[in-house]
């Protein structure tokens, strides 16, 4: 299995549908989570943290699933203004393993 | 806090010159992370910094890729000779735990 996975995408969604991805992960001493949203020709920017608990922002939650290694990210009743690449980050238990991101998943949402 | 400041936000050079990009972290944040993007292989850790000590530069793609990290407030990355190849957005980031990472809007690199 890859580091940190994520599946390409695009997705395509229509404005007001529900969308989720996920991300897994290898490493099972895998410490924190995040998501991040990468707008066209910008910066990642963090989109929010993922706590064990599962955590909700709005219409996005994020959760943590440490049995099966991965975390989602669920999108509920989408908006134009979604439409970016969200990339997931793992963040190791030991300070001296390496921070990996996600290649990301396109998401377009449609009129 | 006026966030990661990278400079330039564009260059374009030609093959064989010498590239150098800056950037300055957040104050306070002990790590510093170089990136690189390409549309074919994502975002690429090239090399970090914590508290200013390379940690790990196992993503530097060669000899001519080097970082510097001479004070807490400042990070180079330099390419000499670059290549067509290095063209690219280079992202700074800083980190600290449990704040995740701050990037910088980044370099857009074009090497002709």
């Known amino acids: 299995r890859k580091e940190v996975e994520q599946d390409p995408g695009p997705f395509n969604v229509p404005e007001g549908a529900t969308v989720a991805f996920n991300c897994t992960y290898s490493?099972?001493?895998?410490?924190?989570f995040f998501w991040y949203r990468q707008d066209c020709r910008k910066e990642p920017k963090l989109l929010m943290s993922?706590?064990?608990s599962g955590n909700e922002d709005g219409r996005f939650t994020a959760q943590l699933n440490r049995a099966s290694q991965y975390i989602s990210l669920l999108i509920r009743d989408s908006k134009l203004s979604d439409s970016a690449t969200y990339l997931c980050?793992?963040?190791?238990?030991?300070?001296?393993?390496?921070?990996?991101f996600g290649k990301g998943t396109r998401l377009h949402i449609l009129p | 806090d006026a966030g990661v400041i990278q400079s330039p936000r564009h260059e374009v050079t030609e093959m064989g010159q010498e590239v150098t990009l800056r950037c300055k972290p957040i104050s306070g944040h002990n790590s510093l992370f170089w990136y690189r993007q390409t549309m074919m292989r994502g975002l690429e850790l090239l090399i970090y910094f914590n508290n200013n000590v390379p940690i790990d530069d196992s993503g530097m793609p060669e000899d001519r890729f080097s970082a510097k990290m001479p004070n807490a407030s400042f990070s180079t990355l330099k390419i000499q000779p670059s290549e067509p190849r290095d063209s690219a957005v280079y992202f700074c980031a800083s980190f600290q735990y449990g704040y995740g990472y701050t990037f910088g809007s980044g370099t857009r690199l074009t090497v002709v």
């Open positions: 993922v706590y064990s």
């Open positions: 980050v793992v963040i190791p238990a030991r300070r001296d393993d390496k921070i990996i």
């Open positions: 490493n099972s001493a895998s410490q924190s």
